[in-house]
């Protein structure tokens, strides 16, 4: 029974360059932004930036990244 699992391959991961992507996860969104994970949540939680929930999985779209870091920001994240 268990050599039916050890024939199975696990999928390729397949990397897409990120200015391909439509969506980006919490930590390459951040990255990206150039914040701490914490203050994406933040702003996710706040509304100040959209995401997508796929499951578990929270999802930024490129387009609000870009929307977002080309906006004025004169508040303080948390505080």
Known sequence: MSAIFDERKH???V???TQNKLLVGRIEA?????ISRR???YLVANKQLMSRRIGTRV???LD?????????HPERLAG
């Not at 951040?30 to 150039?34: D, K, T």
């Not at 609000?64 to 004025?72: G, H, M």
């Open 59 to 61: 999802l930024i779209p």
């Open 30 to 34: 951040a990255a990206m932004l150039s």
């Open 11 to 13: 999928p390729a991961r």
């Open 39 to 41: 203050a994406l949540d």
């Open 15 to 17: 990397i897409i360059p």
């Open 64 to 72: 609000e990244l870009k929307r977002f870091s080309s906006a004025d």
